[in-house]
């Protein structure tokens, strides 16, 4: 069974600092990762996808994530954070086969943004 | 382009009693979800559609909740008798999920439940 782990449910940044979540991953087959984020009272909106192309995956609003496969890790990470990143962050494994596009996803984590 | 629609976005209900929440996903996106979000958790898969028909309904509490999605268009999911435990934030997704690769899920506001 595929599952997610995300390390440290509430991070803590200073604006313009480096952003850092973390996210660890199981799967028997190659994975499909996601990062999606959440703001308050809102729907997920992806910002980015890893599909075994490039292990290096750049998504909307600066934000990157690498795939390391002997670490089986998908951290997400943004050189300069700024106020309006503060929101729930969440890491999704794909289950499954390609089409049928089920998603498993992690407790998530609330990034808060200090001024 | 619109998005996913759902509604309503807030519902409070006692416990026992029913509720339905409705979803219309993208236009010709053929592959719909349902997902439960429980406060500090992340989204859970209930159902999962292609088309009209059923995919994956493993982890639907099938003795109350309910989900159809007629002519694969609009699909409504519904809870009786409701439980305390119900209370979540109800998520409706859809995605084209044609071709070899995973296809990007776009997600509705949702519909946050309180039972009291």
């Known amino acids: 069974a595929q599952s997610v782990t995300q390390l440290g449910s509430h991070v803590s940044v200073s604006e313009g600092a480096l952003v850092l979540l973390r996210c660890n991953y199981s799967s028997s087959v190659p994975p499909y990762l996601f990062w999606y984020v959440q703001y308050p009272n809102q729907g997920l909106q992806l910002l980015l996808k890893y599909t075994s192309a490039a292990t290096l995956v750049k998504g909307i609003n600066g934000f990157e994530a690498e795939f390391k496969k002997s670490e089986t890790s998908f951290h997400l990470t943004k050189p300069s954070a700024h106020m309006s990143d503060a929101a729930e962050y969440f890491c999704a494994v794909g289950s499954g086969s390609s089409n049928t596009g089920k998603l498993i996803f992690g407790q998530g984590t609330t990034l808060q943004v200090k001024p | 382009e619109a998005g996913v629609a759902q509604s309503p976005r807030y519902k409070i209900i006692e416990k026992r009693q029913s509720v339905a929440f409705w979803c219309n996903p993208i236009s010709g996106h053929a592959t719909l979800y349902w997902y439960q979000q429980i406060l500090g958790q992340g989204p859970k898969l209930l159902i999962q559609?292609?088309?009209?028909?059923?995919?994956?309904d493993s982890q639907l509490p099938k003795d109350r909740f309910s989900a159809e999605r007629l002519k694969g268009v609009d699909s409504t999911l519904k809870i009786q008798p409701a439980k305390l435990e119900d209370s979540a934030v109800y998520l409706c997704?859809?995605?084209?999920?044609?071709?070899?690769?995973?296809?990007?899920?776009?997600f509705g506001p949702g519909t946050r439940l309180t039972v009291l």
């Open positions: 997704a859809s995605s084209l999920n044609r071709g070899p690769t995973y296809n990007e899920q776009f």
């Open positions: 559609f292609q088309n009209n028909g059923v995919v994956d």
